[in-house]
């Protein structure tokens, strides 16, 4: 059943927006994503309800796109129908309780990797870093973007959430790649964003045991950034919010250095996909299998995702 949007609604097929003078102007994209945005927090938040898998299939990467163009186009205002506000805070979280995202579509994978499709592979992934690298460099606004996540954080999803400047997690939230456990690697950004945070041997240890790390294992490793009570990850980011409220300005800019600095060029993350790509079509009949449990995993979500 459809979300019911009480504020604000954006078609983004018309672009119509009918405001309500709440302190939430809501969008509708898809149902697979909606946003809203606080005049109080000046946060833009955009949660996720993919189906039928909570993985980043073509249509979501596709709604998200779409959403960062409206981020781009509303030069960092918010028509809230009285005022316009200015975004401060980009927010990404799941609507779905329990997993934040699971990553890559998986099925889609197999069945490319059988079809021996090497363009699809490539189309795919250049999907997936457009939608990262927008959200990694601000989407080119004097904003904080922050990850909460709440749930199971895995492959793709994982690596949505390194894109942000902050995560927070709530205690309960797990996070991983799984990928080498079926003879891949994960390939839309995960090594350019842990070698940044945390160097070399770190990312490639996160990355290469298949491990699945608690939220407070990740925090101690430099992963994330704040852990919350479960129930309280919303609460935690608007408390991030008011602490920085008097330095936000100089936060946001010592962002933009760090990614300066550290950066990590849309180029990296295009030649990774090629890499990716090669690596996906050389996986045998076994590998293969192997991603099948995940889907089916994926399909069923009364356990969490993790091969033994």
């Known amino acids: 059943m459809e979300m019911q949007v009480p504020a604000a609604v954006l078609d983004v097929h018309h672009a119509v927006v009918r405001p309500v003078f709440h302190d939430d102007t809501e969008f509708r994209f898809s149902p697979q994503l909606h946003a809203s945005f606080n005049r109080q927090t000046r946060a833009l938040w955009s949660r996720w309800t993919a189906a039928p898998r909570p993985c980043f299939n073509p249509g979501l990467l596709s709604d998200i796109r779409a959403y960062y163009n409206f981020i781009a186009g509303s030069e960092g205002q918010i028509d809230c129908g009285d005022a316009y506000e200015p975004i401060e805070y980009v927010i990404l979280a799941s609507g779905m309780p329990g997993v934040f995202n699971l990553g ?21 992934g250049n999907a997936c870093i457009d939608v990262l690298y927008r959200n990694y460099i601000g989407h080119g606004l004097p904003v904080t973007t922050v990850s909460l996540v709440q749930g199971e954080c895995l492959g793709g ?18 996070f991983g790649f799984p990928e080498v456990l079926f003879n891949l690697f994960p390939g839309m950004g995960a090594y350019s964003f842990l070698d940044r945070k945390v160097g070399q041997r770190t990312a490639e240890a996160i990355i290469s045991s298949g491990k ?32 920085r409220s008097r330095s936000r300005n100089g936060l946001a800019a010592l962002a933009a250095v760090r990614r300066r600095v550290h950066q990590i060029s849309y ?3 295009q030649d ?13 009949t076994r590998d293969l299998k192997l991603m099948q449990r995940l889907v089916s995993r994926q399909n069923g979500l009364q356990e969490p995702v993790v091969v033994h």
């Open 104 to 124: 890559g579509d998986l099925g889609l994978f197999r069945e490319k990797i059988d079809r021996r499709d090497r363009a699809a592979l490539t189309a795919y």
């Open 157 to 174: 999803g994982f690596e949505a959430a390194l894109s942000s400047d902050v995560i927070i997690a709530e205690k309960s939230a797990r």
């Open 212 to 243: 699945i790390y608690s939220a407070e294992e990740m925090r101690d490793l430099g992963v994330i950034d704040v852990v919350a009570e479960d129930g309280e990850g919303e609460a935690a980011v608007n408390t991030l919010i008011k602490q």
């Open 267 to 269: 180029e990296e993350l």
């Open 272 to 284: 990774i996909i090629g890499v990716w790509v090669e690596a996906a079509l050389r996986l045998t």
